[in-house]
């Protein structure tokens, strides 16, 4: 899509805006990468804490109690969003899944591992 800018033939001008322009996008998608990094590798570590408290050093969990209900209460009064029952349940479905976060792709975001 081609933006139209003030007439300026000045070739050095318009390398200069291209260059900084093609670095800005770059600088975005990075930024993106890594905040996507970072949630996902949060909500590993999450999805770890749930499972190592409910399984208590057990081999397996037992269910029943409402602590993703509580959890999620709580966390939400704490920090607000984010922390929905669902959710909740996908972080401990996830660390399940993939128990070595080292494994896990940069290029997936937290909504393709929940699907």
């Known amino acids: 899509m081609e933006i139209l800018l003030k007439a300026n033939n000045n070739e050095p001008y318009r390398e200069l805006l291209e260059r900084i322009s093609q670095r800005y996008v ?3 998608a990075q930024a993106v990468r ?12 999450i999805g770890k804490y749930i499972v190592e408290y409910e399984q208590k050093g ?5 269910y029943g109690s409402k ?12 920090h607000g969003r984010g ?4 959710n909740l349940n996908n972080m401990r479905m996830f660390y399940l899944q993939f128990p ?5 792709s940069d290029k997936l975001s937290w909504s393709h591992y929940c699907e």
Do not use: H, Y
């Open 100 to 104: 070595i976060c080292q494994t896990l």
């Open 58 to 62: 057990n081999p397996k969990a037992k």
């Open 34 to 45: 890594s905040v996507n990094v970072a949630i996902i590798e949060t909500n590993w570590q």
């Open 67 to 78: 602590l993703l209900e509580t959890l999620s209460r709580d966390l939400t009064l704490i």
């Open 26 to 28: 770059e600088g975005q």
């Open 83 to 86: 922390f929905s029952r669902p």
